[in-house]
């Protein structure tokens, strides 16, 4: 078994969309996925993108994917990384594909001399938990994450 991770290209778009399909079934979200192929290709993969995204095979095949983007600590005065999506097939979990994942966001983190390399989880995901506790990342209890979307976005952004 062979596990290789690479940087996404455009041609990924189509199995980019179906992961991202499965990991928000498995979130119980997936009503909620409006992206299409195209989409991908044009604000995921294209060149200048603001995010990126690497894919990871096993013996060829693509058996998960990372989408992330770099971020900025002001406290810090450096770059960080923000981990918007991680997933790995259910039939490929435990093979280290998801370490895999992290430890080459972390090299890109150390390597670009960023502070930190950040993610949310839903509260639960104990699979997910206890993984990312298992590599010695540490919550952040002390801060609750926010959203504008949608129409209250739409609303806000006019003035309403």
């Known amino acids: ?3 290789s991770i690479r940087p ?3 041609s990924d778009a ?3 969309l179906a992961f991202i399909t499965e990991l928000a079934t498995y979130e119980k979200a997936a ?3 409006v992206a299409s192929v195209a989409d991908i290709e044009r604000t995921l993969l294209a060149e200048r993108a603001p995010s990126r995204a690497l894919i990871c095979e096993q013996d060829g095949k693509p058996i998960g994917f990372a ?8 406290w810090l005065g450096r770059n960080g990384i923000y981990l918007e999506d991680l997933y790995v097939t259910p039939d490929s ?3 280290g594909a998801g370490k895999a994942l992290l430890r080459q966001l972390a090299r890109e983190a150390c390597d670009n001399d960023c502070g ?4 949310s989880v839903l509260d639960w995901n104990e699979p997910a938990i206890g993984f990312y506790d298992s590599i010695g990342a540490q919550p952040q209890k002390e801060w609750i994450r926010y959203r504008l979307d949608g129409e209250a976005l739409r609303s806000f952004a006019e003035g309403a």
Do not use: C, D, K, N
Not at 67 to 74: E, I, L, N
């Open 1 to 3: 078994m062979s596990l």
């Open 8 to 10: 996404a290209v455009p």
């Open 14 to 16: 189509a199995q980019i």
């Open 31 to 33: 009503h909620e996925v």
């Open 93 to 95: 979990r435990g093979s």
């Open 67 to 74: 989408v992330y983007f770099y971020s900025y600590s002001t």
């Open 116 to 119: 930190r390399l950040e993610w």
